[in-house]
């Protein structure tokens, strides 16, 4: 979303000090140790921070069910900077997630004015038809658009009711003047990013969002809200092992067992209980003490560790009981790599990064004028040798053209020496993107007829 987060993700980015964003945002590193069979996306550091991956990565591990869920603006045309992120899902779906794709349809509407019609054609045939040509596998993937399921409406009403103005203001910086279209859009991306935890869109599973990290704040408050949702908090005690406690809601006080004039009700807080107790002892917990009269549970027994399952099952009591039992949502962040120019890339400037559509003759011409690592002349750049951390064709050749890693480590070392010129090493990528692009036109071709097989079915 345009001018929704004060912190610019792209300022950083020339002197590519990403430990620095991280660290504004309160990002933990990622540990590339922890991810099996590393992908390129990885291995490239395309993916530099992360909120809650150990949960998916865990899952991935064991071989249990998560989502995937992405979201596209359908407006503008796709290119480069946009595949980050399918690849990034790509890489998750080939890990065992169930992917869902939303088509922010609703939010092109309220902040860029697109009509749903024309967003639907946009959506179709800009972007699905590349995520297929992309490689997503249309059995695992469902594609919805925001204006067809209530049911994202509902939970982005619903999460509302959590949060309010002051907290948008410090989120997103809105003041009065805030178009209000600009308000709704993150509540109902809210209800895009939990929804598919519903019963009827997969149920309680973990769902990891990969992000350019200018859509953190949206995670944030998406991940904030949900906490504020959940009946039992799951802490770490003082003493070692963890504590329960209740969160007593509007919404569930008969069920905490607090009568309308705020005194406990013995009874009915002592049947909760019980019931958190066969929960737990079902998944290994035996050793408890209760005090019903404070709404908690310590579990000495437990570790850190443990705080995952026992979470999932709480969830699961959660909802039988009426609750809506959901789990904040992991994220992954993509770099965000340069523009051709040497500035940032950008949709509405062709000349700073090349689309899914392009011809090979438009993507030359731009790696042509790219910006360029290379020396002056030709005689200073044998002595000095080109600059790849500056090189735009090196760096498309590192993040999307060439798959090989003794291939790009090879090219990086003679263009650093200064073996090849400025203008054969764009040559080189010229030839890769090429490739890339040809492949990326055959595959969309063979898509065409059979898009639908992505939509889901409340598409129509
Ligand atoms: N706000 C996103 C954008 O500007 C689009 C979007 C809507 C989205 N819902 C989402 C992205 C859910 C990720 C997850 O592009």
Redesign the pocket.
């Given at each position: 979303?345009a001018g929704d987060s004060r912190i610019d993700p792209w300022s950083s980015q020339q002197s590519t000090d990403y430990e620095r964003i991280r660290d504004n945002f309160g990002l933990s590193d990622i540990e590339l140790s922890k991810i099996p069979n590393p992908s390129l996306l990885h291995r490239r550091g395309i993916i530099f921070a992360h909120r809650d991956l150990d949960t998916i990565l865990e899952r991935i591990k064991l071989g249990a069910e998560f989502g995937v869920?992405?979201?596209?603006?359908p407006s503008g045309k796709m290119h480069l900077g946009h595949s980050m992120v399918i690849n990034q899902v790509k890489w998750f779906q080939d890990q065992g997630g169930d992917v869902t794709v939303?088509v922010?349809d609703l939010?092109a509407l309220a902040t860029r004015n697109v009509s749903l019609e024309e967003g639907r054609k946009i959506a179709i045939s800009e972007y699905i038809n590349n995520y297929a040509a992309m490689g997503l596998d249309p059995d695992k993937t469902n594609v919805y658009f925001q204006s067809r399921r209530p049911e994202v409406q509902r939970l982005g009403f619903t999460l509302g009711q959590k949060t309010n103005l002051s907290e948008f203001e410090s989120i997103y910086g809105f003041s009065g003047e805030t178009n209000l279209a600009h308000v709704q859009?993150p509540l109902?991306?809210a209800g895009?990013?939990v929804h598919p935890q519903l019963d009827k869109f997969g149920g309680l599973r973990p769902i990891v969002?990969p992000?350019g990290v200018d859509?953190d704040p949206?995670i944030r408050l998406t991940r904030g809200l949900v906490g504020k949702t959940n009946w039992f908090n799951v802490k770490k005690r003082k003493s070692g092992g963890l504590t329960i406690s209740l969160s007593v809601q509007e919404e569930n006080k008969s069920v905490m067992g607090v009568s309308p004039n705020g005194g406990i009700n013995r009874d009915v807080r002592i049947q909760l209980i019980e019931k958190i107790k066969s929960c737990l002892a079902k998944i290994g917990f035996a050793d408890l003490i209760p005090n019903p009269k404070h709404g908690t549970i310590e579990i000495p027994g437990a570790t850190s560790f443990d705080i995952g399952k026992i979470k999932l099952s709480l969830l699961a009591l959660e909802r039988k009981i009426g609750g809506m039992g959901l789990m904040p949502p992991s994220s992954t962040y993509h770099r965000f790599v340069v523009g051709m120019t040497g500035d940032k890339m950008s949709s509405s400037k062709p000349e700073t990064t090349i689309f899914m559509h392009d011809s090979i003759e438009q993507m030359s011409r731009k790696v042509r004028r790219a910006f360029s690592g290379g020396q002056a002349t030709v005689e200073e750049h044998r002595r000095l040798g080109g600059d790849l951390s500056k090189d735009v064709a090196y760096q498309y050749l590192q993040y999307f053209f060439e798959d090989s890693d003794e291939e790009l480590e090879s090219i990086g070392r003679d263009y650093e020496s200064g073996r090849i010129l400025a203008g054969e090493i764009k040559q080189i990528c010229i030839d890769r993107a090429a490739e890339w692009l040809t492949d990326l036109s055959e595959k969309r071709n063979q898509w065409t007829d059979q898009i639908t097989d992505f939509l889901s079915k409340d598409s129509e």
């Open positions: 979303m869920l992405t979201g596209l603006m939303t922010a939010e859009a109902v991306q895009d990013i969002v992000v859509q949206h």
